[in-house]
């Protein structure tokens, strides 16, 4: 149940329901490598909360899991908060409910990723240590949801203009938005994987983003997601 790394990955937990935070408490705490450093019923205690440590200039949390629908402040604008202040720790929602526009907002707050509350243990921990080394991790329910959320928000239409892409681009950049991998694009579009993370840094560099799920939410909001070639 322990991870081969020696890095201990700080982990602060969100949710209104004592029995969540006290089963995942416990599951934490048997991984090595995890470390509870704090618990929070509702986003406005979560943000009081990393106040207070900034204060005291003690560490940060370098994960938090955050349910979606707290009282007081929910998932979302908490996430939103605590993106705009800490950026340098990562939100991951961990939530019953996978909603289309609620995994948009979501992820346009600044959440990693998104996670079902009917998770494997051991997805979960994947998740949080991919999600500590700057790693984005998402499901195939979950990309779906924010495919549908972004193409319903764009239904009535957009700019057909590539943007300054050339066709190469395009095609990667459509691969991202479907959820591919370097490997998956390497493989679709017969080029080295090499060749695929240059046009990657070209992409984020052109369009203006810092990671692939942005890149993912460029492609929907451009109407571009579900082009061929």
């Not at 979606?68 to 402040?73: A, Y």
């Not at 991951?92 to 990723?113: H, N, P, R, Y």
Request: overall charge negative; aromatic content about 4%; proline content about 1%.
């Amino acid at each position: 149940m322990s991870s081969s790394t020696n890095t201990v990955t700080r982990i602060m937990i969100v949710d209104d329901h004592d029995m969540v935070r006290l089963g995942l408490r416990t599951y934490l705490t048997m991984e090595d490598d995890f470390l509870v450093i704090g618990e929070a019923s509702n986003g406005k205690e979560a943000v009081e909360f990393l106040m207070r440590l900034s204060s005291a200039n003690e560490d940060m949390p370098d994960i938090i899991l955050m349910d979606l629908m707290m009282p007081q402040m929910d998932g979302v604008e908490a996430t939103r908060e605590v993106c705009r202040i800490y950026s340098k720790v990562k939100v991951v929602l961990l939530t019953s409910f996978l909603e289309d526009e609620k995994v948009v907002q979501a992820i346009e707050a600044g959440a990693v990723t998104y996670v079902m509350k009917t998770v494997a243990a051991d997805e979960l921990a994947h998740v949080i240590r991919s999600a500590a080394r700057g790693f984005q991790m998402m499901n195939a329910d979950v990309s779906q949801a924010l495919t549908r959320g972004l193409r319903q928000r764009t239904a009535h239409g957009q700019e057909d203009s590539s943007e300054g892409l050339t066709l190469r681009e395009k095609e990667v950049l459509l691969l991202i938005a479907d959820g591919k991998t370097n490997k998956d694009i390497s493989e679709e579009l017969h080029i080295s994987i090499k060749t695929v993370k240059t046009h990657v840094s070209n992409l984020l560099m052109k369009c203006e983003v810092e990671d692939r799920t942005q890149l993912a939410i460029y492609a929907h909001r451009k109407g571009w997601a579900g082009e061929k070639g």
